[in-house]
């Protein structure tokens, strides 16, 4: 069975969407989320899921935008 981000990535991938997957790796300290936390986002700016519950959120969708040549 497919995680629900995948589902998401496939389901813009199939509208001809591009995507950028973040997965956070580590934590150090206390923090909201856990290793495996994923956050997709794509060409047109959606995003789904987390990777640190906000605080670096905002930098991690312009360098996806970055990536997907919309910068």
Do not use: H, K
Not at 17 to 41: D, I, Y
Not at 45 to 64: K, Y
């Amino acid at each position: 069975m497919l995680q629900p981000s995948y589902r998401v990535a496939l389901g813009w991938l199939g509208e001809g969407r591009r995507v950028v997957a973040a997965t956070l790796v580590e934590t150090v300290g206390s923090a909201p989320l856990v290793a495996g936390a994923e956050m997709l986002v794509d060409d047109i700016g959606r995003i789904e899921g987390s990777v640190t519950g906000g605080c670096v959120e905002g930098a991690l969708v312009e360098e996806a935008q970055c990536v997907l040549g919309g910068a």
